[in-house]
């Protein structure tokens, strides 16, 4: 593997297994995630995002694991929270303060629609902690405010309808608004494969397919954007789906007439581009190795 690929995707993926389409139980969520931290592929692996409500099963499947997990190994943890966000952020401080010595939450992941609710809700959660905001494409106004409250965005980029999927245009307006403001973000939702191409929405044997955003395409079109690229230019990457048109070395990634060196995808994950989340941690890997990038 080449390592500017692992400098742009190290530590990238949150594991949802629990989410749609995987859909996992957490007594399975757990133990795959306790699997994962331990293979030769941790390098990937970011974090396990949780809903606040399902703490308490958490917590149970997380004592069931005995001598399969380090207890002195910290679990890191991205939690969802409900209606009331006062009150889960509440049981999160306990939550914290029961179990922190084995995991720990510190990212917080909500919905925001407008202003208000951009402030309101930073100002219930602590600032020590990051606060994932996710807004709609067509919101890109917002982002502002965000970068205001000391937040950080977060975008969708697919679902398990057609529908769900925006633009590539849009995701580009996304990244560029986020470059231009330097607010860091994430992605969520569809992106179980490194390279944009027509997939099946679900695991159902008779799901219905379309053509989904890939990792790769968004890490690289931000890392584009970074380098002075147009939104045009970031939407054209976007839309890539042939692996030979971009070029892995040790020290770069080229595509087109762009040359991305180490040192600045190093910078894109370290200042833009937080990662992204995922109801499968072997989908990416697997992708990755039919296009013989590990």
Known sequence: MQQSLKTLLAHSVDYAGLFPPASLDMKQVVRNYAAYRKSTESWLLARLIVPVSRLGEFVLELGELGDQNNPSDQWHLSALPGKDLSDDVATILNFNKEYGNTCRIDVLELKAGSREEIHSASNLIPKTWDVFLE???????LIKEIREQGRKAKIRTGGITEGL???????????????????????TAGLHHPLRAEQK?????????AVMHGFLNVFLAAALLQEGATAADATDLLEEQDIYNIAFSETS????????????????????????GSCSFDDPLEDMAALNLV
Request: charged letters at 25%.
């Open 135 to 141: 807004i709609d494409v067509n919101q890109l106004s």
């Open 165 to 187: 999927i925006p633009l590539s245009s849009e995701v580009a307006r996304f990244l560029a608004t986020c470059v231009h403001e330097e607010v860091p973000m994430k992605a």
């Open 201 to 209: 929405l679900t695991y159902s044997p008779d799901s219905r397919s």
């Open 253 to 276: 990634i080229r595509w087109r007439s762009w040359e991305l060196s180490i040192e600045r995808l190093a910078d894109l994950r370290k200042t833009l581009l937080v990662g992204f």
